[in-house]
């Protein structure tokens, strides 16, 4: 299990495909994970209920009864702090925004290639407690760092702006912690997608399609941190090219 963590990772596999979910079951214990899998959400949610251990959920979107994010909802509001991914056939953006939001961790079409998901699989799995796939932070420097009135806690991939926690997703917090890293100076469309989805991958249609998810996570992100503080603009935008965290040291 060399290219996995030591100790060997234990994923639940929500998809109501037989033959899907059987081949990736497969795979998955091939490279040495422990896998349970289920064809419908309510015995995952059971299970989970149950205090079985998981160290991620993957998760088909469209299934019979309980929906993926429907049992994404049930795994929240029982407080199960386990990360979640969707792998599904559903790809419009609308899709991708809604699992985001309620606090999955990556959002991958079936139709990749297995060795993509497998790798996206690996990226989540190795989110102990929160922090970002990378083997590196996003941002540069200490676990905790102050930038103006931001302060960022890497080891927990938590944000507090003006004292107050910004309830910020895992996704969301990685892409303000790159920004606020490099303080005025810009960065582009194409850096800020891949630290949610990994270098190369592709979304939306057209060339540059990622663009849009790109801003729809900040038009996001500005509204989480608009609602603690109505004058927040420290998100600037770099027009077709991408966005700046605001250097309020330069100004002063």
Do not use: C
């Amino acid at each position: 299990m060399s290219e996995h963590e030591e100790a060997e990772a234990r994923l639940v596999v929500v998809d109501d495909d037989p033959m899907f979910r059987e081949s990736l079951t497969q795979n998955l214990k091939d490279d040495g994970y422990e896998v349970t899998d289920f064809g419908e959400g309510q015995p995952a949610l059971e299970y989970l209920r149950a205090g079985n251990r998981a160290d991620l959920v993957v998760l088909d979107w469209r299934m019979p009864g309980m929906t993926g994010i429907q049992l994404l909802r049930a795994i929240r509001e029982h407080e199960i702090d386990v990360p979640v991914i969707f792998l599904t056939v559903l790809g419009d953006q609308i899709y991708e925004e809604a699992a985001l939001h309620h606090g999955a961790v990556d959002f991958v079409e079936k139709s990749r290639s297995l060795s993509i998901l497998k790798k996206r699989i690996e990226l989540s799995v190795k989110r102990p407690d929160g922090a970002p796939a990378s083997d590196q932070p996003a941002g540069e420097g200490s676990i905790v760092e102050t930038i103006g009135h931001l302060e960022l806690n890497r080891e927990t991939s938590r944000a507090y702006w003006k004292g107050n926690e910004v309830p910020l997703t895992l996704n969301e917090f990685r892409i303000v912690d790159l920004l606020a890293a490099r303080p005025g100076r810009d960065v582009r469309y194409r850096e800020l997608y891949d630290q949610v989805h990994g270098a190369g991958f592709i979304a939306g249609s057209g060339e540059e399609g990622y663009r849009g998810n790109v801003r729809t996570l900040i038009k996001r992100i500005r509204q989480k941190f608009r609602a603690l503080d109505g004058n927040f603009e420290a998100i600037e935008n770099y027009p077709g090219f991408g966005y700046r965290w605001r250097d309020d040291k330069a100004r002063e």
